[in-house]
């Protein structure tokens, strides 16, 4: 049972909401993954770049133009986020060990990310990178058909109803 102004994620060990809503990517995915031109949502201060232009908070990188290859870390995509994702990635990795994400002065976090994280690659070039990566976990392209969630389906149910 979660403590009073604590929230714990399901199954997890884990707070859902961190003291930091900073959390940097390790330098070995920018090094596998990279370069990228363009991090929309840098951490400032931070001890490495993870692409060669970084917009922070003040910045205000949602609001800005992205080019290039643009770079972003989101260490919780929840269900609202995925879909979109889902809907029109090219490529997803879904890694099979979790990470451990970094703080600004490029100390490790001392918990891990909380679930396995994903990947994801948006173009063919960007795929590519993603498959000949060598990061472990399942790789899954874009050969799959998208259909939306719709309202449950008022077929009779054959459970239901009275027996002969």
């Given at each position: 049972m979660p403590t009073a102004g604590r929230a714990m994620t399901l199954g997890s060990h884990q707070t859902s909401i961190g003291k930091t809503q900073v959390h940097i990517t390790p330098r070995w995915i920018i090094e596998v993954l990279g370069p990228f031109d363009l991090d929309p949502a840098a951490a400032d201060p931070r001890p490495w770049d993870c692409a060669a232009v970084n917009y922070t908070e003040r910045d205000d990188g949602l609001r800005r133009p992205w080019f290039g290859r643009p770079f972003l870390t989101h260490p919780s995509i929840v269900t609202d986020w995925f879909e979109p994702i889902w809907e029109s990635?090219?490529?997803?990795?879904?890694?099979?060990?979790?990470?451990?994400?970094?703080?600004?002065?490029?100390?490790?976090?001392?918990?891990?990310?909380?679930?396995?994280?994903?990947?994801?690659?948006?173009?063919?070039?960007?795929?590519?990178?993603?498959?000949?990566?060598?990061?472990?976990?399942a790789f899954v392209p874009n050969n799959w058909t998208w259909r939306p969630p719709k309202a449950r389906s008022r077929q009779a149910d054959l459970f239901a109803g009275s027996a002969p």
């Open positions: 990635a090219t490529a997803i990795l879904f890694m099979a060990d979790r990470l451990s994400f970094y703080r600004p002065d490029g100390t490790r976090q001392p918990a891990n990310s909380g679930a396995p994280p994903v990947l994801v690659a948006f173009g063919s070039d960007d795929a590519e990178r993603l498959k000949a990566s060598g990061i472990p976990g």
